[in-house]
């Protein structure tokens, strides 16, 4: 009879790789996923030192001391690291192929976008130069009203390399809800999928933003909607020669704005670091479901949700993004 146990199929997971790691690095033995879980609670600052050397995330600084706090509302985490979200996503890796597709943008009226990881850096850098140019700098406070389509992460990905901190919305929306999530940011700039919002609607928005004074359409073009605005396009941006200077700046730099739903009230902005956020999504992309260089990950999302957001960080993991 053939023994149970040398039959039990052997697990290759990215889960099993990083218990192991754990193990070697404690000198503890984990007998299961719950021992694994118990550990990233009760020692979770041991636990997020482990998966960030584990991950080999770019970074700069010092890992210690993991966090500062006891609570959860005031802690924070890795006080003393930089790093660029930008770089974390689409810095060159010996285990991820330069001209694999990072991106399959899918729609109903026309063959799919695709761009390779390679392509999809030189656009986004070439976006961010120009951005540059355009006078945007770290901390600024941009928006974004797209459907979920390649140029709108190669957009996101440029500001996100400059330091810009982003909110996004969908353009079935309305203008009323963009209105009332956008308008308490003050940003300067508002990225536009202007094919997909009427132009007496991007200007009641833009009007209603007091502070904006930069519109960049991703696709058709349009004309400033008032006095002081400026109207670009993705197009005019990618003419810009790639740079690859991009700062790393500090793990709790302000990279992207969500919101609550808005039904108990006017929308409440809630603001993620950079370094939060990228270790949260690519702890779940690579623990939870197992995602490898070369997998393709397709979430029916729009850039109003934050399941948009969670997607775009699975760069990280080499994955390619297929949108529609």
């Excluded at 690519?282 to 934050?306: I, N, Y």
Aim: charged residues 20%; proline residues 6%; hydrophobic residues 45%.
């Amino acid at each position: 009879m053939t023994n149970v146990i040398e039959s039990l199929p052997t697990y290759d997971t990215q889960l099993t790789k990083f218990t192991n790691f754990c193990e070697i690095e404690t000198q503890e033995a984990f007998s299961d996923t719950a021992d694994l879980h118990s550990f990233s609670i009760e020692r979770s600052e041991e636990f997020w030192a482990l998966f960030l050397r584990w991950a080999q995330l770019p970074t700069d600084g010092e890992a210690e001391p993991v966090r500062i706090g006891g609570d959860c509302e005031h802690s924070v985490f890795f006080p003393k690291l930089r790093l660029s979200y930008f770089e974390a996503l689409l810095a060159r890796r010996v285990d991820f192929a330069e001209d694999a597709p990072s991106v399959i943008a899918c729609h109903s009226d026309r063959p799919p976008d695709r761009l390779s990881r390679a392509e999809l850096r030189d656009k986004a850098a070439r976006a961010a130069a120009g951005l540059r140019e355009a006078g945007l700098v770290a901390g600024d406070k941009i928006v974004a009203i797209s459907g979920n389509n390649a140029e709108i992460v190669v957009a996101c990905l440029a500001a996100a390399a400059l330091g810009a901190t982003i909110a996004t919305a969908s353009p079935d929306m309305g203008a009323f809800s963009i209105i009332s999530r956008f308008q308490p940011l003050d940003p300067i700039l508002l990225i536009v999928d202007a094919a997909a919002i009427p132009p007496g609607t991007l200007a009641e928005i833009a009007r209603a933003l007091p502070k904006l004074v930069a519109i960049v359409s991703l696709n058709v073009k349009i004309e400033p909607p008032r006095l002081g605005v400026v109207a670009l396009r993705l197009a005019d941006l990618l003419r810009s020669a790639p740079r690859s200077d991009w700062p790393r700046l500090p793990f709790n730099h302000p990279l992207f704005v969500l919101f609550s739903s808005g039904t108990t009230g006017k929308p409440k902005a809630i603001l993620h670091g950079q370094g939060g956020a990228l270790m949260e999504h690519v702890k779940e992309h690579r623990l939870h479901c197992d995602l490898r260089p070369g997998d393709r990950l397709q979430f029916q999302t729009s850039c109003a949700w934050m399941m948009w957001h969670w997607q775009l960080s699975a760069l990280a993991s080499g994955v390619c993004l297929v949108l529609y």
